[in-house]
């Protein structure tokens, strides 16, 4: 409270100028930060200056412009995780399917030739090496982070479930569906 005992209309018209002249140079994201910061010391003004003049209209324009911004990285980020996932191809999702049936099933006591039996009676058009060669792929630091991100969701996902087991069951029932 201390800095605005000498706060007056000076003071504030010289910030309106240092706000004018960064805005000419800023991109929209720091105009917003900026139209933040001037609506702030409007609303400190007014609150030295004037304490009795109802502030609630400033101050509900600056959370909304905060909202609103929140709201927009929130859906753009949405948007994005859809969008990564869409654009691999069906063999793509199908593979990582098996792959996270296959790791979950690891991961909870099976060894490997024991979850690719498994696998393979349900996916009875691939053979045994097709599985190995799948998981060694996808062990690959070589792999699409994207694709990294969706097996470990997928596997997420299964942890939720109550029975591991049928998770990676429904995963490769879905698989074979997918595979032409």
């Not at 800095?3 to 002249?21: A, G, P, R, W």
């Amino acid at each position: 409270m201390d800095n605005f005992n000498k706060f007056n209309l000076k003071e504030l018209e010289e910030k309106f100028e240092e706000f004018s002249f960064i805005l000419r140079k800023k991109s929209y994201k720091d105009r917003k930060i900026i139209h933040v910061g001037l609506i702030n010391q409007l609303i400190n003004f007014f609150k030295l200056e004037y304490p009795n003049l109802n502030r609630l209209p400033l101050k509900d324009l600056l959370s909304f412009l905060i909202e609103v911004d929140i709201k927009n990285k929130e859906s753009s980020n949405s948007e994005n995780e859809k969008n990564k996932y869409s654009k691999f191809s069906r063999k793509k999702k199908t593979d990582t399917l098996i792959v996270a049936g296959l790791e979950i099933l690891v991961e909870n006591g099976y060894n490997e030739k024991d979850a690719i039996f498994r696998a393979k009676t349900i996916i009875k058009s691939k053979n045994e090496n097709y599985f190995f060669r799948l998981l060694n792929l996808y062990r690959s630091n070589l792999l699409n982070p994207n694709i990294k991100k969706l097996l470990k969701d997928l596997k997420d996902e299964a942890k939720t479930r109550a029975n591991i087991e049928d998770a990676a069951t429904i995963y490769f029932e879905k698989a074979s569906e997918n595979i032409k």
